[in-house]
């Protein structure tokens, strides 16, 4: 299946964007950056992109999702503070057609029980995180959405959210939602190196209010679900 990995990256973190982009131009088809809130496009996605769409505000990290409902094979939302390793788009492109294109795809996810308290009321045994050691894969009920891919012909994962910069937690309520599959793909800490970035973050963000938001839109959801399909 043709791949396009998306990215969308604010204008306070150009600097992230040619390792990141880089490691990700030779394993794609397809390559499109959304600017949240530049003036101009820099060079490197000039160089690596195939499409761009410059935006004169910052209409956050949903937008790595822009183009999903165009594309019709594999698509992938990916974050601009990774360096994504050479076998990447293969792994989960692998994953996506191991269940017939009918589960979302991560490489960062976990498992909440049915009505959790908080963001930290995780169930055992279930995290399946970069820093862990997934050698079989594995299934959650929330994703990271900065390492995702799925059949984008089949499922179609909402492009905007209502609030801004939480796109995990509320894409991940519209899959459990929808009755659809997360995976984790199998993987051993380290297989994807973050990108040190002293700026700021969505990640950051949620921390410095404490996941307060995170906390509320978890609370939102009625019944966190753990769907699966078994193996072919």
Request: hydrophobic share 40%; proline share 7%.
């Amino acid at each position: 299946m043709k791949t396009l990995a998306a990215v969308a990256t604010g204008a306070h973190r150009e600097a992230l964007l040619p390792k990141s982009l880089g490691s990700l131009r030779k394993q794609c088809d397809l390559l499109h950056v959304f600017l949240n809130g530049h003036a101009e496009v820099p060079a490197c996605v000039r160089e690596l992109a195939d499409t761009y769409e410059l935006a004169a505000t910052n209409q956050g990290a949903d937008k790595k999702f822009h183009w999903a409902h165009q594309h019709d094979g594999v698509y992938l939302s990916c974050d601009d503070d990774f360096v994504y390793p050479p076998d990447y788009v293969a792994r989960m492109v692998a994953n996506v057609e191991r269940f017939g294109g009918r589960a979302i795809v991560t490489a960062h996810g976990r498992t909440y029980p049915p009505h959790p308290v908080n963001a930290a009321d995780q169930l055992l045994g279930r995290t399946a995180t970069l820093s862990s050691r997934v050698p079989h894969g594995r299934w959650v009920n929330h994703a990271g959405t900065g390492v995702l891919a799925w059949d984008a012909a089949q499922i179609k994962v909402p492009l905007e959210y209502p609030i801004i910069n939480r796109t995990d937690v509320q894409m991940s309520a519209w899959a459990n939602r929808e009755g659809i599959p997360i995976w984790v793909v199998p993987h051993v800490p380290g297989w994807l190196k973050p990108i040190p970035n002293q700026g700021d973050s969505v990640g950051k963000q949620s921390r410095l209010e404490q996941h307060a938001t995170k906390n509320a839109l978890l609370l939102q959801h009625p019944e966190w679900k753990l769907h699966e399909i078994k193996d072919r």
